[in-house]
C-alpha cells in the first residue's frame, strides 16, 4: 500500500511539474519580446528566400548611435540601388484600425482593445536618423512596417504597410535606380562601422533611452 501512494504521489509531481512547465512555455509565448523576435525572425527568413543577395543587402537588429547620444534600434534595413529599405516589424493579432498619419492605432481582440503608436511614425524617426547618418537623401529611403501575425485592418491598410511574404514583391516593386553600386556598397560600410554590438547590454541601454525619451513632458 505505501509502495502504491509512493507511486501515485511520484506521477502527481510530474503532472505538476509538467503543468507549472506548460505554464511558464505559454506565458513566454504569449510575451510581447517572443513576439517580437519571432516576428523578425519571419521576416528575415522571407527575405533570405525571397531577395537576390548579389542585389539586395540585409542587414537586421540594428542599433545605432545618434548625434545627440541617444540611440535607435531598426528590425531591418535592405540596401540596394533601388534605395535603403527601413522595415518595422509588427507581430500582431485580432483587427487593427488606423490610418497612415494616426497618431496611435487600436488593435481588437476578443473584447479587449489596446491603442499603440502607429508603426509608420516610429519608423519615421528610424528614415530621419538614417538620413542624418548616412548623409543620403530622404527620398532614397523607402519606409515598410511588416505585419507578421493574423492581423487584419478594418480600416484602409496604409500604402506603406504589407502583410507576411508580401514584403518581398513589394520591395521589389521598386525599380528605379536611386544609389550608384558605389554608393551601395558605401552605405553598407557606414551601417557596419556604426551599428552598436548585438547584445542584451546595447538592448537594455536602448530600452533605457526610451524609457527616458518617453518621460519627458512633451
Avoid: C
Amino acid at each position: 500500500m505505501a509502495a502504491m501512494w509512493q507511486q501515485l504521489h511520484g506521477v502527481m509531481g510530474l503532472w505538476l511539474l509538467l503543468a507549472v512547465g506548460l505554464a511558464l512555455l505559454s506565458g513566454v509565448l504569449r510575451s510581447a519580446r517572443f513576439k517580437g523576435w519571432l516576428g523578425e525572425r519571419l521576416v528575415r527568413r522571407w527575405l533570405a528566400q525571397g531577395l537576390d543577395p548579389q542585389h539586395y543587402h540585409a542587414l537586421h537588429n540594428l542599433t545605432l548611435r545618434l548625434p545627440d547620444g541617444s540611440t535607435t534600434q531598426i528590425d531591418h534595413v535592405v540596401v540596394s540601388v533601388h534605395g535603403v529599405f527601413v522595415l518595422e516589424t509588427k507581430h500582431l493579432q485580432g483587427w487593427i484600425f488606423g490610418a497612415e498619419r494616426q497618431k496611435d492605432w487600436t488593435q481588437t481582440f476578443y473584447r479587449h482593445r489596446v491603442r499603440f503608436q502607429n508603426p509608420l511614425r516610429q519608423n519615421w524617426r528610424h528614415l530621419k536618423a538614417l538620413e542624418t547618418l548616412l548623409d543620403v537623401p530622404l527620398a532614397h529611403l523607402h519606409s515598410v512596417v511588416v505585419l507578421t501575425g493574423t492581423a487584419q485592418f478594418k480600416t484602409a491598410m496604409p500604402a506603406q504597410v504589407v502583410q507576411g511574404a508580401a514584403v518581398v514583391p513589394y520591395v521589389r516593386s521598386f525599380n528605379a535606380q536611386l544609389l550608384a553600386p558605389e554608393a551601395v556598397q558605401r552605405i553598407l560600410q557606414q551601417l557596419d562601422a556604426q551599428r552598436l554590438a548585438p547584445t542584451r547590454a546595447t538592448h537594455r541601454a536602448h530600452v533605457a533611452h526610451l524609457r527616458q525619451r518617453h518621460a519627458r513632458p512633451e
